[in-house]
């Protein structure tokens, strides 16, 4: 019993430092990876990656 106990509470802990809470929208924000294409000159696709948090305030802007 002891062990599961202290399994949840680190699985919890683990939780709360991956997922912040917005202090906006008091909603969880959520990290995601977000590809964007962009057509070189030469014809070429180039991709550029980059991690941006969403939640409430700015899901919109970002899957628009
Ligand atoms: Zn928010």
New binding site residues.
């Given amino acids: 019993m002891a062990k599961a106990q202290s399994f949840a509470e680190k699985a919890a802990k683990a939780g709360k430092l991956k997922y912040k809470k917005?202090p906006?929208?008091d909603?969880m924000?959520e990290p995601y990876l977000v590809v964007t294409g962009e057509l070189s000159p030469s014809g070429t696709w180039k991709f550029n990656q980059r991690r941006v948090k969403v939640?409430?305030?700015?899901e919109k802007e970002v899957f628009a």
């Fill in positions: 917005c906006k929208c909603n924000m939640c409430k305030c700015n």
